[in-house]
């Protein structure tokens, strides 16, 4: 608030000005105090006042805007000579401010705050007519109703880019009560409450017959006890009602909500002439209270007796008594006509002989036919709670599904708000009724015109006073304990609070005692194993916002080194807390170690969404960090984690994945950091872009470097990983031999126990990798019976891992396997499983490769276009998330569907296609199985080209000889063998695909193997 002041007449002599102003400031000092401001140090004619601090009660608008209101009257009737009397101008305006200079030692003067509200204030002041008071939007939001105003404006304030509404406050407003003064007659639909409207009802149905009761209706501010009154008292039909109602302004004012009733219920208005007033005041009264009663009603409401009600002569302690009595009585009368529903609203705030006026009534009321109800905080405590005809109600919290019909009635149809804002709202408002209405309202009106509303980073401005009054009444103890509980968060640890709070143990347990008495904290346990947690969200925030940046920085620090000193076990399980007390404590350093820890931890629980997060985080902080080694080192570390939380849910080829490692790199190769563990990692990212990608002779040289150089270094985990990167990707290059020499060697250096710690930096545990492709390789090489049994033993382990990446592996290659061996029933139940695992962790590549192993099963069962579709959708699906990878494999698999679909010529085309590919990109592996596929759907066209088949079958052969894949070689003599029988060349036949058949020794009972035998059998006869 500010005002300034200005002579009436300009000719002042400057001794008497000064003489005037002194007894002016005198004044204003006195008016400001008196409401509960501070004077800020006087410049000039202007004074600056705050409201809110030192320290902040819910209602401090109110009380600026009264002391505006009392300064103009009390200024005017200064005791100066007339012709040296002032005009006051009074500028209002609301807002956080940051109060610096000297602490809050003196309570009558200020020390400097800085913010908007004091420039706006001084605005306003300096546009008022003289002898009134601007108030600014910001206040007129907090005051709503309780004021007349008449809008002026808008007027052109600095600071503000469109002209503003401001209000000339007119005087206080006719509104009954708080409740409908800050409510302004708009009102939320009611939300539940069922239970206690029924108590209320049942209540009122008993005193009918003449026996009073009481209903104590208890519940923290806004938890809606007056809403509840007021849903009753609308239900009810034929009755009288009293309502009194408790002002947190006139807590010193003796009988003030006694008063405050008898007059609005006599209609008095301030033109009454005395004679009016008294036939107002006559009409009143129940005419059986008798005339010394009336006298000192009337005395009571200033109302001018007369002769005709002589006040009785009496000691103010008796005439109190005779008051109290004589307000009973009236009270009676009403009742003798009709059932009396009073209410006293917010007792906590009554004045002490009101306070005896309603230990009377609820004495009294047991022989009436009233019902009393009284309403207040949880913070006093009421003395009647035992007796027979006293109910007490305490107000719950409405729980979520409540809540969330609260918000949407509030917003009606008006602005649809996403279902997300809604579910945060309540979230944040724990149930309570004001604090969903107001932060539905902060969302409404916070948007943007046309955007969508969001959810609004700070606590709403008409909370916050209220919120910063629970907080301020806990004493500075109780809210510096507060606010270091808010800085470590919801929920908090006495041990840790204790670490960072510096405070001495008593000290702070007294304090803390107090916080959950007073309903701001739960408490589970007892210090020093208690936990605590703030019971509204809203609560921790404001006690958090109001730590200035430096205390709150510091405050952080000390979190955090209490947090690596004294917890080190919760440091190590949840990195990410200290990482954050880092971050806002403004340590990048330590605070970028440990996000890189947080994203290490949650890569290895496959919380990638989470530890992409915290990377981020991470990396942000980085990048401004001074350019040494230690934070080159630090940045790898988080690119390369980054790389490896990225690629399940983006995928392994994801340019996201490849920047993260190619800034990896870059780093690494100035660093020489060759032979790290990261550079190790980044070379296996490295890997996965490019053999994902569909490069796999890129891939197959990364793979060699990799275990070139884990070789020397006596790590069996990295020679592992290295065996097992050369042998994928020589399988898929189609050098299965020398592919099988490598898994063979990373096998043998498998001990499952050992390497659950590497599987989130290489893409799954290394070893359930390694059993899982050697598989395949058996299959290759034509150990049909062990590959079977070497995939379930991989899967086996893969199921046993906590790491998704790891089952995702184990499950594509064996169901890759199943489908290479035609093992129909178990390729369709993985394709299956694989599927709904790849759907349901979002896994996008994997999804597509499961589509495709499901069309393929479906074509071979139910040959036809919905299998050629589904393979197609799950093609476009992976190539979408980047992949290449096994594209031969793939347009071979889709080749064969068409091919069973009846669609022959387009097969046909599928697999040149696919020859081509694979010669293009070196993804070699397949080649033998696309030139048989070529010559079996060549043989189904209408006039077969057998030259051109033969050749192909020939092909076929050549190449699995050259690769050393028996399964295909085995395979394509079958098919080139049954040419040569169609031809007649049985010889040719049988001295073919004797000895391939020949060289097996087991998987006798395998489909490829059985066919073999069958057609043998023919010809040997
Ligand atoms: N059950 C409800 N359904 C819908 N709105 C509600 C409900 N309860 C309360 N409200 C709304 O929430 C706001 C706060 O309620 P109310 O003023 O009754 O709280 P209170 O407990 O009386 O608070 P105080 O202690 O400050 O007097 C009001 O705007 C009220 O209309
Ligand atoms: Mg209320």
Not at 352 to 359: A, M, V
Not at 731 to 747: P, W
Not at 780 to 800: C, V
Request: proline share 6%.
């Amino acid at each position: 608030m500010v005002l300034s002041a200005q002579p009436r007449s300009p000719r002042l002599d400057p001794e008497d000005l000064r003489a005037v102003f002194a007894e002016y400031y005198r004044c204003c000092t006195e008016v400001i105090v008196f409401f509960g401001g501070i004077v800020a140090p006087f410049a000039g004619d202007r004074v600056l006042a705050y409201f809110g601090y030192p320290e902040a009660h819910e209602n401090d608008a109110e009380r600026a805007v009264r002391a505006g209101l009392a300064l103009i009257d009390a200024v005017v009737k200064l005791p100066i000579r007339l012709d040296s009397s002032l005009h006051v101008r009074v500028g209002i305006a609301s807002g956080l401010v940051v109060v610096g200079g000297p602490g809050p030692g003196d309570t009558a003067v200020a020390p400097l705050a800085v913010g908007e509200a004091p420039d706006f204030a001084a605005q306003l002041q300096s546009s008022a007519q003289p002898d009134t008071v601007l108030i600014a939007a910001s206040t007129r939001d907090l005051v709503r109703g309780l004021f007349d105003y008449r809008e002026v404006g808008p007027l052109a304030l600095e600071g503000l880019a469109e002209p503003a509404a401001a209000w000339q406050v007119i005087g206080t407003s006719a509104a009954e009560s708080r409740f409908e003064a800050l409510r302004e007659g708009n009102l939320t639909p009611l939300v539940g409450r069922d239970e206690e409207i029924d108590l209320l009802l049942r209540r009122w149905r008993q005193i009918q017959s003449g026996e009073g009761r009481v209903v104590l209706i208890s519940g923290e501010p806004g938890i809606g006890k007056s809403r509840l009154v007021r849903a009753f008292q609308d239900k009810l039909a034929d009755h009288a009602a009293l309502s009194f109602y408790c002002s947190p302004s006139y807590q010193d004012s003796p009988l003030y909500p006694v008063i405050a009733q008898l007059e609005r219920t006599a209609g008095f208005r301030r033109d009454d002439t005395p004679e009016e007033r008294l036939a107002k005041f006559e009409a009143l009264l129940h005419p059986s209270i008798g005339n010394e009663a009336t006298a000192l009603i009337a005395a009571l409401l200033s109302v001018p007796g007369g002769e005709r009600y002589p006040l009785p002569n009496l000691s103010p302690h008796r005439r109190k008594e005779r008051t109290l009595e004589a307000l009973v009585a009236q009270l009676a009368g009403l009742a003798s006509k009709r059932p009396v529903l009073a209410v006293f609203e917010d007792v906590h705030w009554m004045d002490p002989t009101s306070r005896e006026l309603l230990d009377l009534t609820v004495e009294q009321i047991a022989r009436l036919p009233v019902l009393l109800i009284v309403t207040f905080r949880p913070e006093s405590n009421l003395p009647w709670t035992d007796q027979s005809h006293v109910t007490n109600l305490s107000l719950r919290r409405l729980g979520r599904d409540e809540g969330g019909e609260l918000v949407r009635g509030l917003i009606g149809d008006s602005a649809p708000l996403a279902s997300k804002v809604v579910d945060d709202i309540v979230e944040r408002s724990d149930g309570v009724p004001l604090f969903l209405e107001e932060l539905t309202r902060a969302v409404l009106e916070t948007a943007p015109v046309g955007a969508v509303p969001a959810m609004p980073p700070l606590v709403p401005a008409t909370l916050h006073a209220s919120l910063m009054a629970r907080l301020d009444r806990l004493g500075p103890t109780g809210k510096e304990l507060a606010q270091v509980g808010a800085a470590i968060g919801r929920h908090f640890s006495y041990e840790l609070l204790a670490e960072a709070s510096q405070l001495s143990e008593p000290e702070s347990q007294q304090a803390l005692s107090r916080i959950v008495d007073t309903g701001l904290l739960f408490r589970r346990g007892l210090p020093p194993q208690a936990t605590f947690l703030f019971k509204h969200a809203l609560v921790q925030d404001t006690a958090y916002n109001t730590l200035a940046r430096g205390p709150r920085q510091a405050l952080h620090a000390r979190i955090a080194r209490a947090l690596e000193q004294k917890f080190p076990t919760a440091t190590q399980a949840q990195p990410e807390f200290v990482a954050h007390h880092f971050t806002e404590a403004g340590i990048s350093e330590q605070a970028a170690a440990y996000w890189c820890r947080a994203g290490q931890l949650s890569v290895a629980k496959s919380a990638f969404v989470e530890a992409i997060g915290q990377l981020r985080r991470g990396l942000l902080l980085v990048v401004d960090l001074p350019d040494t080694r230690a934070r080159r080192q630090q940045e790898i570390d988080l690119q390369v984690t980054l790389a490896a939380a990225l690629r399940f849910p983006k995928g392994y080829a994801h340019s996201e994945v490849s920047e993260a490692l190619d800034r990896a790199r870059s780093l690494m190769l100035e660093a020489e950091g060759a032979g790290t563990i990261a550079y190790f990692a980044m070379l296996f990212g490295l890997v996965g872009v490019n053999y994902i990608g569909g490069r796999p002779r890129v891939a197959h040289e990364y793979a060699k470097e990799f275990l070139s150089l884990a070789q020397p270094l006596a790590q069996p985990q990295l020679l592992l990983m290295g065996h097992q990167l050369v042998g994928m990707t020589l399988i898929v290059t189609g050098d299965y031999r020398a592919a099988f020499t490598h898994l063979e060697r990373a096998v043998g250096l498998y001990k499952p126990e050992e390497y659950q710690e590497l599987a989130y930096r290489f893409g799954g545990d290394p070893g359930v990798r390694a059993l899982s492709i050697r598989a395949w390789a058996l299959w290759h090489g034509g150990r049909f019976d062990e590959a079977e049994k070497a995939g379930q033993e991989a899967l086996y382990q893969a199921r046993q891992s906590v790491h998704l990446e790891t089952l995702a592996y184990a499950l594509s290659y064996n169901c890759l396997t199943a489908v290479s061996a035609r093992r129909l029933p178990e390729a369709g139940r993985l394709a299956n499983e694989l599927t709904s695992f790849a759907r349901e962790h979002g896994y996008a590549l994997l999804h597509g490769y499961g589509l495709v192993l499901q069309g393929w099963v479906m074509g071979k069962r139910q040959p036809g276009g919905a299998a050629v579709e589904q393979i197609r959708d799950g093609l476009a699906a992976a190539r979408a998330a980047g992949s290449r990878f096994h594209e031969p494999i793939v347009f071979g698999l889709l080749a064969e569907a068409l091919g069973l679909a009846g669609e022959v010529e387009k097969g046909v085309e599928v697999v040149a296609e696919a020859l081509s590919a694979a010669k293009n990109s070196g993804a070699r592996g397949n080649d033998a199985e696309l030139h048989r596929l070529r010559a079996h759907l060549l043989g189904r066209l209408p006039s077969p080209d057998r030259t051109e088949m033969e050749a192909s079958c020939r092909l076929a052969l050549a190449a699995a000889r050259e690769q050393g894949t028996r399964g295909f070689e085995l395979r394509a003599a079958v098919s080139l063998a049954r040419l040569l029988v169609a031809q007649g060349r049985r010889n040719e036949a049988r001295d073919l695909l004797a000895p391939v058949y020949g060289w097996f020794t087991e998987g006798f009972d395998t489909p490829d193997l059985q066919e073999a035998k069958a057609l043998l059998e023919t010809l040997d006869g």
